[in-house]
């Protein structure tokens, strides 16, 4: 409950990525330390995912480095 709160009051945003190898974005979001939750994948080379409203933006630059499309 807290955590919904807390991701509420500091934005998130819903980001859908494609690629070959799009779980390579998550890894890189992992290790620079962007959060995300609510990871759904929609077919083999497609998934879906929630960032914080700060880390939208480095997740965008980090899925050209992981040659997704964002």
Known sequence: ???RLTNALRGKVR???EGAFPERLLNLCAQRGILFWNVEWL?????????????AGA???LGERAMCTV
Do not use: P
């Open 43 to 55: 077919e083999a080379t497609r998934l879906r995912f929630t960032v914080t409203r700060q880390g």
């Open 59 to 61: 997740a965008i630059e």
């Open 1 to 3: 409950m807290l955590n």
């Open 15 to 17: 980001l859908e990525v």
